[in-house]
């Protein structure tokens, strides 16, 4: 089958690195174990295969023989991205060595110039094709060792009597002219310096060079070959991409599925003879682990998707992220992917089309089987074809011994959609339940031929720039155990990272003496503790790496794993590089790619148990000692990595007293009490044995001991009130519904559904737990979970109304929560009603003066307010003021203060500012006596006031914002986002005051906060523009360009942000200007403000300088620049000495503006420069049509006349320019007439 063209293929990035044989072993060495892991991983990260070209046992001895060694090499430089050449003293073999120049006339026929250097070494013909002959084309970089380095290691040899090892160092080794030719390429490499990434003539020793090397070549991929633009993913899109990167993962190398074509076209034909009665519709390819179960789906998937872009495919890796591997999450996660698919598609129909999208919240198996067969069945309704593909059903959790075997996985489908599924064939009974019970067709995937084990042999060594020879072939091929296309993989990938040519052979008998991919997995286990122990570790880093990403649940992050084993950053980086093949990194945390390795790792580390749990509890005490850096509070967030891991652990090695301690710590509770990890908590409850009584016993000591901790923190508090009762209300109904799910009825008991539903007493209770429940849900933006319970509320008060103590008050309470809800979720017109329904009930059941009525008019005055429905809301907030005075007896509540700031934004809006600005400072005379003159609400109205001061008293104004700034600093901590706005009012008060000095420590010590924690979009923007032209205005260039560095990532930066930061680094900082994020660049900025004339006058220069005209001129074509740019654009090309690459701008600008003199008086003159004298008179007969009396314009046509041989026409061109130059006293320009006239009549 061909190779799949998508976008999803593997794209590479091949460096070829050319040096010769001998001598130069160290630096590959280094380059080789040290970094190219580094450089692979940094590409595999952007979507990139990082393949380095060495051909140091790339050519077999039958390459060499059939003289195919130079044509093998140039061939790989042609398939390369970039050049790194490396020279010793040694020159190479070269000469006229009978071999040697048979290699020659096999290469000459392709490669014809080779005829010109039939005296060279092979390396020098490496540089030439990959860069000499064509400077500047392809990448490249050349490093050259300093004599003396290869002096002191010839010595050595010569010391030792090692005349092998001497011929490495010799400069004569490889003939008498060796020394000349290379100090000839040297010179021409120097030369061309100008056109190479790096050229370093005498670099100290093999480290330092491949440490250059690495240098260079990382520079290059990140800036040339791994450029691309980063998006933020939804949760949907970042799950689907580590499916996206998993299915790419396991695509044969290439795309070429060597051997897959039947299997390919049994699953087409598959799904494309479903509609035939009779036929199954459902799949199940089995086969032995490694066997190409994924990569047959995967490459099918692909393929299909290509040929068939209208089938809503949606694909499963069980085990390829965290959490891929539970049943719900996967049915969830299927759900979700065809749900976007048809909204996707039906957005996209010409007819406007409302399809029900639901189901996507669900946490049942059943109801989310029910919502999937109702999702497919609305996408075949609407004449699209579903496939669904899940893969390694072998994988997935085993939850729950009482459970059916593949219970979840959905029975039916509707007609037109079909269910594809892989299974090792080792799982009898899933096998069994699919094929006989289900029905399933089968696909078997049978042992690679002896003849695909050698396509894929060679096509996997091939892009790598490797061979095998036909020995080494041959033994690879007919050993039995590369029947199996994993196996084979994992022994390619050791033969490919292997540095030592000579002792190939050896390597490769021992790789090949293993059974099993298992052993193969053994034998790069022992590799790896050769070459990856570091000294300076005590103990042995490779195990104890692989034993605590073998225990943890989901694996571990770096951090979790340097932390755990107290390694440097160094220890880690260098094993991490060499095993970053074998693990897989899903949203930060690595894992085992195979299973295979992980029965590896555990049979050779972790056979006994005492092992297995000293691994365990490094990680438990881990995890135990971030949980005890938190606060005890209930609702303190717990990192998911703690929470996830932990519990989990403690189950895994029998630690039950610490288990119990974990589960009864409150954060843990309300950490796991949600979603799916509710389900984990009834699982670890379990484990420990104890009954529903005893857990209950554990959680009521939970509750009382988080009523002393918020006591204790009131206090601490000077006794601000934290109504520790109410905030616990929550977790305590929480633990009330966690029992009753985990089946401890009597521990729920008093809120139980049926008892809820009978008895008022009860139903009272559950809903003044339940609606502070909802309300905080609502505060917390929970707004879907807030909305059921809030309307069960609703329900069960109006059903007990009448049975209650003020239980149509409750009823008006719950309709509060509503109309609170939807006010925040801005559905305003549902919030009035619900608002307006609960006025109504408060005004029939309470007494006029309660103070809920004018709570309830407050709402809806700030609801007005938000409706920009200014005379309704001054109104309704008068009534409220008004009711309240009476409710209070004239001795107004402080949270009227937000009645009263609100009020008075109204009147701003209505009357002058005179009625507002009593009511701004009655609320702050009110909240003053209630909080004293040091609380935040405080700060937080002279906030407010100071905004309202500022047109008309500026200075007052800052000074206002000054004591606000100071209240907020001491309640709020310094660095409060309420903080740094009172800072930022004081800044604005000054700078609308014209005192610019004044407003400078307040504005810049508020911004420089705000850059760092990220909050600049909170900036004032007239603020920081005003403060920009203070700053530039008066010299104060380097808090200018600090400034506008603050500004260039806020959603409201300007084009001249841009462009003045581009220009006071480049003013301030010269050379030591620092290398900026793309997103504060001018190329940034031009792709905002593409039509900004500023950035493009900073981007002209760089672009001039390095003759990109065809950057230039889609910048001025994006941003419809005038004729000026184009002809300043021309201008700056011709000084920068790129007048071909101006002569491209000023035709184009010519193109567009066709009629304009200036770009084409500079056109014709380009031309003339590069005596294309015919097209330039050209353009001069068009520019003097339009200028007919420009006598100038006459002088330099006339010039270009002659030059063409058209002397008669230059003649009477001169004569034309002299009549016109004397009518207008042009006294030069006659001169210059008679000149050329009497020169032409001499000719």
Known sequence: MKAIDINQQRKSARVFFSSP???????????????????????????????????????????????????????????????????????????????????????????????????????????????LRNPGKRAACFFFRDKSYDDLKLQLAEEAGDKRQ?????????????????????????????????????????????????????????EEILVRSVQKLSPLEEERLQHDLFRVSRLAMGGVFVGGEDYLQKIDDHVNLQSKEGSPKYLVVTGDGGSGKSCLLGSWSLHHQEKFPNDAVVYHFVGSSSGSTEPRKILKRLLDELISWFKLKMSNQKE????????????????????????VTNITKAGFRTIILIDALNKVDDIGKTNKILHWLPRALPSNAYLIASVISAEVQMVTELTEERGYATINMASLTEKEREQIAVATLKVRGKALSSEQKKKVVHKTQTENPLYLKILLEELCSFGEFFQLDAHLDSLLETKDTKELFYKCLQRLEVDYNPKEYDGNLVKDVMCCILVARQGLSETEIKSILKITDQMWSTLYFAIEEFILERSGIYRFTYDELSQAVKEKYCMDKSTTIHYIILLVDYFGARLREKDLVYDTTIPDRIYTELPWLLVKCGEKDRLIKCLTTASIFW???????????????????????????????????????LYLKEQEKGGEMIDAVKKLATLAFQMSVYQGDAGNMTAKSAYSEEEIRRDAKVAMDYCEMANALACLLVDTEHFDEAEPLHREVLELSKKFADEWPNGWSRVATSLNGLGVLHYKTSKFQEALEYYNKCLELHRQTLEPTHHLIPDTKNNIGALYKSMERWEDCAKILEEALEMYEEAYFGQLPPDVGGTLLNLGMAYLRIYDRSKAEPLYLRALDIRTKAYGPNHHDVGQTLLSYSSFLLNLDAIKSAE?????????????????????????????????????????????????????????????????????????????????????ERLVGTDFASDRDFAALDFLDEDLLGDKRPTRPYEETVEHGIEKFPKSAMIFGR??????????????????????????????????????????????????????FPSDTIILENLAKCHAFYEDFVTASTYFKKLLNLKPDDASVMATYGRVLAMTGKTEEAKKMFEKGLNCAEAQNEKQLIEQFKVNLNLLNEM
């Not at 692979?40 to 060499?64: H, L, N, Q």
């Not at 941003?1119 to 021309?1130: L, Q, R, T």
Request: with cysteine; proline share 3%.
């Open 166 to 222: 001497a011929r490495k160092f010799l400069s004569s080794t490889d003939g008498p002219k060796a020394a000349e030719f290379l100090a000839d390429l040297k010179r021409r490499v120097l030369e061309t310096k100008d056109k190479c990434l790096a050229v370093h003539m005498n670099y100290k020793n093999p480290q330092e060079g491949a440490r250059l090397m690495y240098e260079t070549i990382e520079k290059f991929l990140k």
């Open 960 to 1044: 206002t914002a000054i004591r606000a700034a100071e209240i907020l600093e001491k309640s709020l901590g310094p660095e409060h986002i309420f903080t740094l706005n009172a800072q930022e009012n004081v800044a604005l008060g000054y700078a609308v005051a014209g005192k610019f000095g004044d407003a400078h420590p307040y504005f810049k010590k508020a911004g420089v906060t705000k850059y760092r924690k990220g909050q600049m979009n909170t900036s004032i923007p007239p603020l920081n523009a005003g403060m920009a032209d203070y700053y530039l205005n008066n010299g104060h260039h380097e808090e200018a360009r600090q400034l506008f």
């Open 21 to 131: 044989f001998g001598g130069l072993e160290e630096e590959r060495e280094e380059l080789t174990k040290k970094y190219w892991p580094q450089l692979s991983s940094m590409c595999k990260r952007a979507g990139y295969e990082f393949v380095p070209v060495d051909m140091r046992w790339g050519i077999t001895s039958e390459m060499s023989s059939n003289a195919a060694t130079i044509e093998i090499c140039l061939r790989e430089m042609d398939r390369s991205d970039m050049i790194v050449g490396f020279f010793g003293q040694r020159y190479g073999w070269h000469g006229f060595d009978n071999l040697l120049q048979k290699s020659f006339d096999v290469a000459a026929v392709k490669y014809p110039w080779l005829n010109d250097y039939r005296e060279r070494a092979v390396t020098e013909l490496e540089f030439l094709h990959g860069h």
């Open 1099 to 1152: 981007l002209l220069p760089k672009l001039a300088k390095s003759g990109d005209s065809q950057r230039t001129l889609m910048i001025l074509g994006k941003g419809d620049f005038g004729p000026e740019k184009y002809n300043e654009s021309y201008l700056s090309f011709i000084e920068n000495q790129h007048r071909k690459q101006g002569l491209d701008v000023i035709q184009s600008a010519h193109e567009k």
């Open 671 to 709: 950490s796991l009490f949600s979603d799916e990890n509710k389900y984990d908590l009834v699982s670890y409850w379990n484990a420990t044995g104890l009954t529903g009584e005893e857990i209950t016993a554990l959680y009521q000591k939970t509750l009382n001991d988080q009523l002393a901790l």
């Open 352 to 375: 406007s089309r409302k399809e029900n999208f639901t189901g996507t919240g669900g946490g049942d198996i059943r109801i989310l089987i029910e919502d999937l067969s109702e999702t």
